[in-house]
């Protein structure tokens, strides 16, 4: 992935950039900046789902939002990919794999093997939520590694997970990225994250990008 000029200037000003920006192909790439609208339409931009308006941005090779969109799958973005707290993780695996299924085939009763297929890559040896759980009853992490074993389920070879920080226990945090970061192994993904901090003590091996603050300190 690489960013030259890349900007975006909106009714009310700028909301980010021009930055240069290289990212290599697999890992973990961290983007470092303030929490806000900025950072959130940065990776936005990164994944396909926003145009920027100034500068260009080359995606394993495609420079179109719509070749980018594709190619990349998003997490933990709020008003996005939120989670309806009232709806079991039973609804939502079945809602899932009704979505990436052809429509001509079968798809039977979501149970425990289900689970294990759509959760299990992301979980590990984490120990998977029950089907009948609310999701408004999960912990943070909880919640963040279902939106994130959503998003990968659509296998795309871009992973970009918005603000790492709403599981705010640092060692619950620790646990988020080395899921990561053992998704970017096993699946040869980039996985591309935000944060306002520095990671905490436990974290995988992962490149740091601060990104620089406009001036109207939205980026």
Known sequence: MHARGLGMVGDHGRVFGPLDLDIDRGGITVLR?????????????????????????????????REIFTRSAIAGF?????????????????????????W?????????AQLEELLGPVYGDLRLPGLRTYVGD?????????????????GTPILVVD???????????????????????ADQRTVIL??????????????????PATKEGLA
């Open 33 to 65: 900046g303030h929490p806000g609208n900025g950072r959130t339409c940065l990776l936005l931009t990164l994944a396909g789902r926003m145009a920027p308006t100034e500068g260009r941005l080359e995606v394993l090779g495609h420079t179109g939002s």
């Open 78 to 102: 709020s008003g996005i990919d939120e989670l309806d707290p009232a709806v079991t993780v039973r609804t939502v695996v079945a809602e899932q794999r009704a979505w990436m299924s052809p």
């Open 104 to 112: 001509w085939r079968p798809r039977g009763r979501t149970g425990p």
């Open 138 to 154: 999960l912990t943070e992490l909880d919640r963040l590694l279902l939106r994130i074993a959503l998003a990968r389920y659509e």
């Open 163 to 185: 603000d790492i920080e709403q599981v705010r226990v640092p060692a619950e945090r620790a646990r988020a990225l080395q899921r990561l970061a053992e998704i970017a192994d």
């Open 194 to 211: 935000s944060s306002v901090d520095s990671l905490p003590a436990g974290s995988p091996e992962h490149h740091m990008v601060t990104v």
